[in-house]
Each structure stands twice: as C-alpha cells, then as structure tokens.
C-alpha cells in the first residue's frame, strides 16, 4: 500500500538542530521529497533524494535515507524562528517517481527562543 | 511564469450550493494533481491527471466531487452538493517528468 507517516509536532530552542523523521511504506519509490509549508501559503520543495542514495547534504540541511527500513529523516542545523513551519515529506511513485506524489500529514516544528 | 495558478483564494459558500475550484498550471507540464488539506486528515491526494487524462481517482471522496482537465493549462474541481465536512484548503500542484511538483497558494472553502 501506499502511506506516509509522520510525528505530527516538534519543539526545538532557537540554535538548536531539529531532526524530523518519516517512514513510508512502497519499496518501489524512486525519490522521496521534504516539503515546506509557512502559514496560509502552499508547499514549497526544500529538497529531494533519488532512492539509491543514503545522505544528501544542503547548506543546512541533511537527508538521511535507510531504505531498508523505509526511514527518511531531514536534520535542520542552526534552526532560526524563520524554520518554523510545517514539513511534509513525500514519495514519488511509479516510473521514475512520475505518476504520484504521496505525502505525509507533516510536521509542524515550532522554535523558540 | 507565474507559477501555480488558483482561483478563488476564499470560498465561502452554503451547504447544498454548487462549487468549483479552477487551476492553471505551470506551461509545459504534464501532470496536475488536485490535493485536500484538513488538520484531521493532513494532505490527501484527490485526484491526478498526466497529459490532461484523469489517472489515478481513488482519492476522491465521493461521488459529489469531480475534477476535469480540458486542456493543458486548465483544470476544474467541481463539489456537487457541498456540505460542512468540505470545508478544507484545496491545493493544485504540477510537474514535469521526474521533477518536484509546484503547488499554488491554495483555495480555502467554508461550507456553512
């Protein structure tokens, strides 16, 4: 089947680094995307991985991806109060990840001072 | 371009009333996807199409909802009566082959 799950808050202090994790369940993904949503605004692409990679590192941020046990994580270091937002991650499916976007109910992160 | 089109941005309407959602997507792509978004359900995938062919339905709630696409650069999501429980952010994103998909800002409805 097709399903994406997420933890659905995180709390972090302003500095520190966040880690938000996901699982999904269709072996058969061939990119998995981590998506950004700021208040009353759609989602934006923070960043992606093709699933034969393990890590993919962006300034800030750093995907982490064991296929083998369906985890994707996205470590956010230095997080600022302009991070808070909600993160969705996401799996490509069919060939070439072309069909369909799946997406998990996301993760609202919320940095204080 | 100007990205993901949606219109309106505000919908309120009354239960029983006729409601349709519109989109424009991003020139030269090839699938468009509608998308509900609710706090209880977080974002379902309602309906896509590739190459202005409806592909994948199965999100669709019930049968009071229908989408159409007659042509590349446009696409409707009709609901047929509304009701209460509609009340959602609606967003229509596309994409190319192989490349992340561009949301628009979304169509807030309220069903009274």
């Known amino acids: 089947g097709e399903d994406v799950e997420q933890s659905l808050f995180l709390s972090v202090r302003e500095g520190d680094s966040s880690v938000i994790n996901c699982t999904y369940t269709?072996?058969?993904?061939?990119?998995l995307y981590w998506y950004k949503q700021e208040p009353g605004a759609g989602l934006q692409l923070l960043t992606y991985i093709f699933s034969n990679m393990d890590m993919k590192q962006d300034q800030r941020l750093t995907v982490l991806l064991n296929k083998k046990d369906k985890h994707l994580s996205l470590r956010i270091a230095d997080t600022q109060t302009g991070d808070s937002a909600i993160y969705f991650c996401?799996?490509?499916?069919?060939?070439?990840?072309?069909?369909?976007?799946?997406f998990g109910a996301g993760t609202r992160l919320a940095v204080h001072p | 371009d100007a990205g993901v089109i949606q219109s309106p941005r505000h919908e309120v309407t009354e239960m029983g009333q006729e409601v349709t959602l519109r989109c424009k997507p991003i020139s030269g792509h090839n699938s468009l996807f509608w998308y509900r978004q609710t706090m209880m359900r977080g974002l379902e995938l309602l309906i896509y199409?590739?190459?202005?062919?409806?592909?994948?339905d199965s999100g669709m709630p019930e049968d009071r909802f229908s989408a159409k696409m007659p042509n590349a650069s446009f696409s409707t999501l009709k609901i047929q009566p509304s009701e209460p429980r509609d009340s959602a952010v609606y967003f229509c994103?596309?994409?190319?082959?192989?490349?992340?998909?561009?949301f628009g800002q979304g169509t807030r409805l309220t069903v009274v």
């Open positions: 199409f590739n190459n202005n062919v409806p592909i994948d």
């Open positions: 994103a596309s994409r190319e082959l192989n490349t992340e998909a561009f």
């Open positions: 269709d072996s058969s993904s061939t990119y």
């Open positions: 996401a799996e490509g499916l069919g060939s070439g990840g072309y069909n369909k976007l799946i």
